[in-house]
């Protein structure tokens, strides 16, 4: 049987993206321009309190000048972001559709409703098929995790953080969530199937506190689960949402977002089966 370093790798069609949110507390702008420069297949656009994030026309105008594709919409669902396109929280989802589709993107990540928001978590699940239906476009609810405070334990999000065990047809696996969830993102990846739409890598280290490492600088398998993605033919999104707030000027949150894509773009390949095996 042939050495594995001889064999030949097959790469999957899923393409390697940079969320603008890993170059805060730079702008928007500085993402789609750190992303084109380093080598990023496109942009997943954080709608967030930069003005710029929000404008839907300003997103279009970038993504023109800087010749790098918007492949992805976040739609603006943290506890900052609030008043941003109104307190209606379907407004706020059908916006994010509507930049999504003036860009050329197909797909919206959504975080499932805060426990507080009652009547939007009620209506939720049906609420996100049939904008879908309405829209064309793919949102993907994205896994969270309870929030703690030492010993406690607080569930936040209604109907649950965890997408694995309700009905969403899409859903978004974010892999410094499981790290704070303490779930398995192979194991999640796994019982996904066919609804695993869109990935957001990241790491962790299994702090109670969402920390969004670079990949491999945490506990979490994450360069196995890329080579699980690839041997599946895994075909959406990879989206590298990372936090380099602590960068000590832009070379580094640049030497930081370029270590991240070279990690994604080494461990999403397989090897190909050999005959003999």
């Given at each position: 049987?042939?050495?594995?370093?001889?064999?030949?790798?097959?790469v999957p069609a899923a393409r390697v993206t940079l969320s603008t949110s890993s170059v805060y507390p730079?702008?928007?702008?500085?993402?789609?321009?750190?992303?084109?420069?380093?080598?990023?297949?496109?942009?997943?656009?954080?709608?967030?309190?930069?003005?710029?994030?929000?404008?839907?026309?300003?997103?279009?105008?970038?993504?023109?000048?800087?010749?790098?594709?918007?492949?992805?919409?976040?739609?603006?669902?943290?506890?900052?972001?609030?008043?941003?396109?109104?307190?209606?929280?379907?407004?706020?989802?059908?916006?994010?559709?509507?930049?999504?589709?003036?860009?050329?993107?197909?797909?919206?990540?959504?975080?499932p409703p805060f426990r507080w928001q009652r009547e939007y978590a009620r209506a939720f699940e049906e609420?996100?098929?049939?904008?879908?239906?309405?829209?064309?476009?793919?949102?993907?609810?994205?896994?969270?995790?309870?929030?703690?405070?030492?010993?406690?334990?607080?569930?936040?999000?209604?109907?649950?953080?965890?997408?694995?065990?309700?009905?969403?047809?899409?859903?978004?696996?974010?892999?410094?969530?499981?790290?704070?969830?303490?779930?398995?993102?192979?194991?999640?990846a796994s019982e996904l199937g066919h609804r695993l739409s869109h990935v957001h890598l990241g790491d962790?280290?299994?702090?109670?506190?969402?920390?969004?490492?670079?990949?491999?600088?945490?506990?979490?398998?994450?360069?196995?689960?890329?080579?699980?993605?690839?041997?599946?033919?895994?075909?959406?999104?990879?989206?590298?949402?990372?936090?380099?707030?602590?960068?000590?000027?832009?070379?580094?949150?640049?030497?930081?977002?370029?270590?991240?894509?070279?990690?994604?773009?080494?461990?999403?390949?397989?090897?190909?089966?050999?005959?003999?095996?």
């Open positions: 049987m042939p050495d594995d370093a001889a064999r030949p790798v097959s730079e702008s928007t702008e500085v993402g789609f321009e750190i992303a084109k420069r380093l080598g990023y297949d496109g942009v997943e656009v954080m709608v967030g309190t930069d003005a710029t994030s929000a404008d839907i026309d300003a997103i279009v105008a970038l993504q023109e000048f800087h010749e790098i594709p918007v492949l992805s919409v976040h739609a603006p669902c943290l506890l900052i972001t609030q008043r941003v396109w109104g307190t209606d929280h379907w407004v706020k989802l059908e916006k994010s559709a509507e930049m999504a589709r003036a860009c050329g993107a197909g797909l919206v990540v959504v975080h609420g996100v098929a049939k904008l879908e239906e309405n829209t064309g476009i793919v949102f993907a609810v994205e896994n969270m995790y309870p929030w703690r405070t030492g010993r406690r334990e607080f569930q936040a999000y209604a109907p649950g953080w965890d997408p694995v065990v309700f009905g969403y047809e899409h859903v978004t696996l974010d892999v410094s969530h499981c790290a704070t969830s303490g779930s398995d993102p192979l194991e999640m962790g280290t299994g702090s109670p506190r969402d920390e969004h490492l670079v990949p491999g600088r945490g506990h979490q398998p994450v360069g196995e689960l890329l080579g699980v993605l690839a041997e599946r033919g895994y075909a959406g999104d990879v989206a590298v949402e990372v936090t380099t707030r602590k960068a000590a000027d832009r070379a580094q949150r640049e030497a930081d977002l370029a270590e991240a894509l070279a990690f994604t773009r080494l461990h999403l390949a397989s090897a190909v089966p050999s005959p003999e095996a």
